[in-house]
Protein backbone atom coordinates (compact mmCIF):
# COMPACT_ATOMS: atom_id res chain seq x y z
CA UNK A 1 0.00 0.00 0.00
CA UNK A 2 0.97 3.26 -0.91
CA UNK A 3 2.19 5.91 1.92
CA UNK A 4 -0.56 8.94 1.92
CA UNK A 5 2.21 12.03 0.83
CA UNK A 6 3.02 14.28 3.91
CA UNK A 7 1.30 17.07 2.48
CA UNK A 8 -1.86 15.63 1.66
CA UNK A 9 -1.99 14.27 5.05
CA UNK A 10 -1.00 17.62 6.46
CA UNK A 11 -4.48 19.26 4.65
CA UNK A 12 -6.16 16.12 5.85
CA UNK A 13 -5.19 16.93 9.39
CA UNK A 14 -6.14 20.69 8.97
CA UNK A 15 -9.44 20.19 7.82
CA UNK A 16 -9.92 17.40 10.65
CA UNK A 17 -8.82 20.00 13.45
CA UNK A 18 -11.15 22.32 11.96
CA UNK A 19 -13.80 20.38 12.15
CA UNK A 20 -13.10 19.38 15.61
CA UNK A 21 -12.32 22.75 16.98
CA UNK A 22 -16.45 23.45 15.58
CA UNK A 23 -17.36 20.73 17.60
CA UNK A 24 -15.43 22.17 20.50
CA UNK A 25 -17.17 25.18 20.38
CA UNK A 26 -20.69 23.71 20.86
CA UNK A 27 -19.39 21.83 23.88
CA UNK A 28 -18.22 25.41 25.35
CA UNK A 29 -21.08 26.71 24.65
CA UNK A 30 -23.67 23.78 25.63
CA UNK A 31 -21.53 22.53 28.56
CA UNK A 32 -21.89 26.52 29.63
CA UNK A 33 -25.72 27.01 29.54
CA UNK A 34 -25.87 22.70 30.77
CA UNK A 35 -27.44 21.57 27.19
CA UNK A 36 -27.23 18.06 25.68
CA UNK A 37 -24.62 18.45 23.25
CA UNK A 38 -24.64 15.30 21.29
CA UNK A 39 -28.27 15.19 20.32
CA UNK A 40 -30.08 18.34 19.39
CA UNK A 41 -28.68 20.39 15.67
CA UNK A 42 -27.05 23.67 15.96
CA UNK A 43 -28.72 26.44 16.24
CA UNK A 44 -28.10 30.54 16.37
CA UNK A 45 -27.56 31.35 20.10
CA UNK A 46 -29.38 34.46 19.70
CA UNK A 47 -32.74 33.76 17.52
CA UNK A 48 -32.18 29.87 18.35
CA UNK A 49 -32.89 29.05 14.95
CA UNK A 50 -32.00 25.99 13.23
CA UNK A 51 -28.88 26.03 11.31
CA UNK A 52 -29.05 24.39 7.70
CA UNK A 53 -25.75 22.47 6.99
CA UNK A 54 -24.13 24.84 4.93
CA UNK A 55 -24.37 27.45 7.84
CA UNK A 56 -22.06 24.86 10.06
CA UNK A 57 -19.30 24.34 7.61
CA UNK A 58 -16.33 25.62 9.81
CA UNK A 59 -14.21 29.18 9.33
CA UNK A 60 -15.89 29.18 5.72
CA UNK A 61 -19.53 29.50 6.83
CA UNK A 62 -17.90 32.83 8.89
CA UNK A 63 -17.01 34.23 6.62
CA UNK A 64 -19.21 34.01 3.44
CA UNK A 65 -21.82 34.88 6.21
CA UNK A 66 -20.28 37.89 6.71
CA UNK A 67 -20.12 36.80 10.27
CA UNK A 68 -23.75 37.24 10.66
CA UNK A 69 -26.29 34.65 11.26
CA UNK A 70 -28.23 34.32 8.34
CA UNK A 71 -31.61 34.78 9.88
CA UNK A 72 -31.40 37.39 12.62
CA UNK A 73 -28.21 39.09 10.61
CA UNK A 74 -27.20 39.20 14.58
CA UNK A 75 -23.37 38.98 14.76
CA UNK A 76 -21.85 35.43 15.07
CA UNK A 77 -18.86 35.80 17.95
CA UNK A 78 -15.63 35.65 16.69
CA UNK A 79 -14.81 32.64 18.92
CA UNK A 80 -16.40 30.56 16.65
CA UNK A 81 -13.83 30.99 13.86
CA UNK A 82 -11.11 31.45 15.92
CA UNK A 83 -11.69 28.20 17.88
CA UNK A 84 -11.51 26.49 14.89
CA UNK A 85 -8.82 27.78 13.51
CA UNK A 86 -6.50 27.24 17.04
CA UNK A 87 -8.05 23.62 17.17
CA UNK A 88 -6.47 23.32 13.31
CA UNK A 89 -3.31 24.75 13.79
CA UNK A 90 -2.68 22.73 16.91
CA UNK A 91 -3.18 19.41 15.20
CA UNK A 92 -1.28 20.50 12.41
CA UNK A 93 1.26 21.27 15.00
CA UNK A 94 1.00 17.79 16.82
CA UNK A 95 1.48 16.23 13.14
CA UNK A 96 4.24 18.60 12.57
CA UNK A 97 6.17 17.56 15.48
CA UNK A 98 5.42 13.72 16.46
CA UNK A 99 4.31 12.77 12.88
CA UNK A 100 1.33 10.44 12.83
CA UNK A 101 2.43 8.20 15.80
CA UNK A 102 0.01 7.39 18.73
CA UNK A 103 1.73 9.94 20.77
CA UNK A 104 0.03 12.49 18.15
CA UNK A 105 -3.51 11.52 18.75
CA UNK A 106 -2.83 11.79 22.36
CA UNK A 107 -1.77 15.09 21.85
CA UNK A 108 -4.08 16.13 19.58
CA UNK A 109 -6.67 14.92 22.48
CA UNK A 110 -5.23 16.79 25.15
CA UNK A 111 -4.89 19.80 23.25
CA UNK A 112 -8.66 19.40 22.32
CA UNK A 113 -9.33 20.15 26.34
CA UNK A 114 -6.80 22.56 26.52
CA UNK A 115 -9.11 24.33 24.23
CA UNK A 116 -12.75 23.53 26.06
CA UNK A 117 -11.25 24.57 29.52
CA UNK A 118 -9.33 28.38 28.21
CA UNK A 119 -12.77 28.60 26.38
CA UNK A 120 -14.82 28.29 29.13
CA UNK A 121 -12.47 30.26 31.26
CA UNK A 122 -12.55 32.94 28.78
CA UNK A 123 -15.85 32.94 28.15
CA UNK A 124 -17.40 32.85 31.42
CA UNK A 125 -14.67 32.19 33.72
CA UNK A 126 -15.75 29.03 34.65
CA UNK A 127 -13.82 25.50 34.63
CA UNK A 128 -16.30 22.72 34.05
CA UNK A 129 -15.45 20.21 36.38
CA UNK A 130 -15.51 16.99 34.43
CA UNK A 131 -13.63 18.30 31.91
CA UNK A 132 -10.59 18.90 34.02
CA UNK A 133 -11.08 15.41 35.49
CA UNK A 134 -11.13 13.72 32.05
CA UNK A 135 -7.98 15.69 31.44
CA UNK A 136 -6.38 14.51 34.31
CA UNK A 137 -7.49 10.71 33.59
CA UNK A 138 -6.04 11.39 29.88
CA UNK A 139 -2.67 12.54 31.13
CA UNK A 140 -2.26 9.13 33.80
CA UNK A 141 -3.09 7.25 30.60
CA UNK A 142 -0.63 9.00 28.62
CA UNK A 143 2.45 8.04 31.22
CA UNK A 144 0.76 4.24 31.59
CA UNK A 145 1.38 3.75 27.50
CA UNK A 146 4.76 4.96 28.02
CA UNK A 147 4.33 8.40 25.48
CA UNK A 148 5.43 10.70 27.80
CA UNK A 149 8.46 10.87 30.01
CA UNK A 150 7.42 10.50 33.27
CA UNK A 151 6.26 7.45 35.59
CA UNK A 152 2.51 6.80 36.35
CA UNK A 153 4.17 7.58 40.04
CA UNK A 154 5.57 10.45 38.98
CA UNK A 155 2.11 11.36 36.97
CA UNK A 156 0.46 11.08 39.94
CA UNK A 157 2.31 12.79 42.23
CA UNK A 158 2.55 15.60 39.98
CA UNK A 159 -1.47 15.59 39.87
CA UNK A 160 -1.36 16.21 43.49
CA UNK A 161 1.50 18.56 43.78
CA UNK A 162 -0.03 20.98 41.52
CA UNK A 163 -3.73 21.13 43.06
CA UNK A 164 -2.29 21.48 46.66
CA UNK A 165 -0.17 24.26 45.25
CA UNK A 166 -2.98 26.42 43.71
CA UNK A 167 -5.41 25.37 46.59
CA UNK A 168 -2.75 26.33 49.39
CA UNK A 169 -2.11 29.65 48.08
CA UNK A 170 -5.89 30.23 47.46
CA UNK A 171 -6.85 29.44 51.03
CA UNK A 172 -4.14 31.39 52.08
CA UNK A 173 -5.00 34.51 50.18
CA UNK A 174 -8.43 33.83 50.90
CA UNK A 175 -7.49 33.93 54.82
CA UNK A 176 -5.07 37.05 54.60
CA UNK A 177 -6.89 39.43 52.01
CA UNK A 178 -10.50 37.48 51.91
CA UNK A 179 -10.41 36.70 48.51
CA UNK A 180 -9.08 33.91 46.55
CA UNK A 181 -6.00 34.39 44.32
CA UNK A 182 -6.80 31.53 42.11
CA UNK A 183 -10.29 30.35 41.47
CA UNK A 184 -11.01 26.76 42.23
CA UNK A 185 -11.12 26.10 38.40
CA UNK A 186 -7.08 26.50 38.56
CA UNK A 187 -6.28 24.03 41.06
CA UNK A 188 -8.12 21.43 38.67
CA UNK A 189 -6.51 22.86 35.80
CA UNK A 190 -3.07 22.15 37.26
CA UNK A 191 -4.59 18.45 38.83
CA UNK A 192 -4.44 17.47 35.10
CA UNK A 193 -1.38 19.29 33.74
CA UNK A 194 0.23 17.57 36.43
CA UNK A 195 -0.84 14.48 35.44
CA UNK A 196 0.23 15.58 32.15
CA UNK A 197 3.73 16.90 32.76
CA UNK A 198 5.06 15.78 36.57
CA UNK A 199 6.10 18.12 38.77
CA UNK A 200 9.06 19.64 37.63
CA UNK A 201 7.78 20.34 34.11
CA UNK A 202 4.49 21.69 35.83
CA UNK A 203 7.08 24.16 37.80
CA UNK A 204 8.63 25.12 34.59
CA UNK A 205 4.81 25.71 33.58
CA UNK A 206 3.59 27.95 36.47
CA UNK A 207 6.75 30.41 36.11
CA UNK A 208 5.99 30.09 32.58
CA UNK A 209 2.26 31.45 33.22
CA UNK A 210 3.23 33.95 35.58
CA UNK A 211 5.21 35.38 33.31
CA UNK A 212 2.27 35.41 30.58
CA UNK A 213 0.01 36.43 33.00
CA UNK A 214 1.98 39.80 33.79
CA UNK A 215 2.92 40.40 29.94
CA UNK A 216 -0.94 40.07 29.31
CA UNK A 217 -3.37 40.58 32.27
CA UNK A 218 -1.37 43.16 33.85
CA UNK A 219 -2.02 45.77 30.92
CA UNK A 220 -5.42 45.03 30.67
CA UNK A 221 -5.98 45.69 34.79
CA UNK A 222 -4.14 48.72 34.45
CA UNK A 223 -6.16 49.59 32.01
CA UNK A 224 -9.44 48.71 33.82
CA UNK A 225 -7.87 50.68 37.14
CA UNK A 226 -7.35 54.28 34.57
CA UNK A 227 -11.08 53.32 33.68
CA UNK A 228 -12.29 53.88 37.40
CA UNK A 229 -10.09 56.56 37.85
CA UNK A 230 -7.71 54.65 40.16
CA UNK A 231 -4.47 56.15 38.73
CA UNK A 232 -1.75 55.57 41.25
CA UNK A 233 -2.97 51.90 40.53
CA UNK A 234 -2.28 51.94 37.28
CA UNK A 235 0.76 53.40 36.82
CA UNK A 236 1.67 50.24 40.33
CA UNK A 237 0.52 47.65 37.59
CA UNK A 238 2.84 48.97 34.69
CA UNK A 239 5.70 49.53 37.29
CA UNK A 240 5.45 45.68 38.42
CA UNK A 241 5.27 44.93 34.56
CA UNK A 242 8.31 47.08 33.62
CA UNK A 243 10.08 46.12 36.61
CA UNK A 244 9.58 41.97 36.23
CA UNK A 245 10.73 42.90 31.95
CA UNK A 246 14.01 44.80 33.38
CA UNK A 247 15.29 42.30 35.54
CA UNK A 248 14.54 39.57 33.09
CA UNK A 249 16.45 41.70 30.18
CA UNK A 250 19.07 42.70 32.84
CA UNK A 251 19.85 39.29 34.12
CA UNK A 252 19.29 37.35 30.47
CA UNK A 253 21.90 39.16 28.50
CA UNK A 254 24.09 40.30 31.28
CA UNK A 255 24.11 43.53 30.69
CA UNK A 256 25.17 45.38 33.88
CA UNK A 257 28.32 45.00 35.96
CA UNK A 258 28.19 44.36 39.64
CA UNK A 259 28.10 47.61 40.72
CA UNK A 260 25.48 48.92 38.54
CA UNK A 261 23.79 45.74 39.12
CA UNK A 262 23.44 46.64 42.72
CA UNK A 263 22.00 50.14 42.38
CA UNK A 264 19.53 48.63 39.52
CA UNK A 265 18.65 46.44 42.21
CA UNK A 266 17.45 48.78 44.80
CA UNK A 267 16.02 50.82 42.77
CA UNK A 268 13.90 48.49 41.26
CA UNK A 269 13.21 47.00 44.83
CA UNK A 270 11.93 50.49 46.10
CA UNK A 271 9.55 51.18 42.82
CA UNK A 272 8.13 47.51 43.75
CA UNK A 273 7.28 48.05 47.13
CA UNK A 274 5.90 51.10 46.25
CA UNK A 275 3.33 50.04 43.76
CA UNK A 276 2.66 46.74 46.07
CA UNK A 277 1.69 48.80 49.04
CA UNK A 278 -0.67 50.41 46.43
CA UNK A 279 -2.19 47.33 45.01
CA UNK A 280 -2.51 45.73 48.66
CA UNK A 281 -4.27 49.11 49.64
CA UNK A 282 -6.79 48.20 46.73
CA UNK A 283 -6.52 44.68 48.18
CA UNK A 284 -7.81 45.54 51.67
CA UNK A 285 -10.45 48.26 50.29
CA UNK A 286 -11.96 44.76 48.69
CA UNK A 287 -11.59 42.99 51.70
CA UNK A 288 -13.37 45.64 53.60
CA UNK A 289 -16.15 45.83 50.89
CA UNK A 290 -16.80 42.25 51.02
CA UNK A 291 -16.99 41.98 54.70
CA UNK A 292 -19.52 45.14 54.94
CA UNK A 293 -21.14 44.09 52.31
CA UNK A 294 -21.06 47.15 50.39
CA UNK A 295 -21.88 46.86 46.69
CA UNK A 296 -20.85 49.63 44.99
CA UNK A 297 -16.79 49.68 46.19
CA UNK A 298 -16.99 45.76 45.74
CA UNK A 299 -18.01 46.65 41.86
CA UNK A 300 -15.20 49.37 41.92
CA UNK A 301 -12.13 47.19 43.27
CA UNK A 302 -13.08 44.05 41.88
CA UNK A 303 -10.57 44.51 39.08
CA UNK A 304 -7.48 43.41 40.24
CA UNK A 305 -7.57 39.67 39.42
CA UNK A 306 -7.98 38.39 36.52
CA UNK A 307 -8.72 34.30 35.28
CA UNK A 308 -4.95 32.24 35.30
CA UNK A 309 -6.05 29.70 33.60
CA UNK A 310 -6.03 30.60 29.98
CA UNK A 311 -2.07 31.79 30.99
CA UNK A 312 -1.74 28.05 32.26
CA UNK A 313 -3.19 26.20 29.06
CA UNK A 314 -0.90 28.38 27.28
CA UNK A 315 2.28 27.86 28.94
CA UNK A 316 1.42 23.92 29.04
CA UNK A 317 0.81 23.92 25.31
CA UNK A 318 4.51 25.62 24.67
CA UNK A 319 5.99 22.78 27.18
CA UNK A 320 4.05 19.91 24.74
CA UNK A 321 5.95 21.60 22.00
CA UNK A 322 8.67 23.67 23.06
CA UNK A 323 10.03 21.78 26.41
CA UNK A 324 13.92 21.40 25.17
CA UNK A 325 13.80 25.15 24.18
CA UNK A 326 12.30 26.69 27.45
CA UNK A 327 15.15 24.57 29.54
CA UNK A 328 17.95 25.95 27.89
CA UNK A 329 16.34 29.83 27.95
CA UNK A 330 15.90 28.64 31.72
CA UNK A 331 19.23 27.58 32.35
CA UNK A 332 20.66 30.48 29.96
CA UNK A 333 19.15 32.38 33.02
CA UNK A 334 20.02 30.67 35.74
CA UNK A 335 23.63 30.52 35.12
CA UNK A 336 25.35 34.31 35.97
ZN1 LIG B 1 -29.86 34.07 14.50
Redesign the pocket.
Known amino acids: MNEIPFAIMAIYIFIFGLCTGSFLNVVILRSLSNENFVLSRSR?P??K?QLKWYMNIPVFSYIFLKGR?A??K?TISIQYPLVEIVCALSFLGSYLAFNMTLKTIFVCIILSFFILLAGTDFKETVIIDTHAYILTFIGLLYSILKLSDISLAQAIIGSIFGFLFFEILARLTKKIIGTRMFGEGDSLIALALGAIFGCKILAIIIILSFIFQCLFAIPIMAYNAQKNKKKSLAISYLFVLIGMLSVFFVNYFKLLNDFEYLIFALLITIFLMWAFKNIIKEILIKKDALNNKNDENILNSSFYLMPFGPALIFSATICLFFLSNIKEIILNFLIV
Request: glycine fraction near 0%; proline fraction near 0%; include cysteine.
Open positions: CKCKCFCN
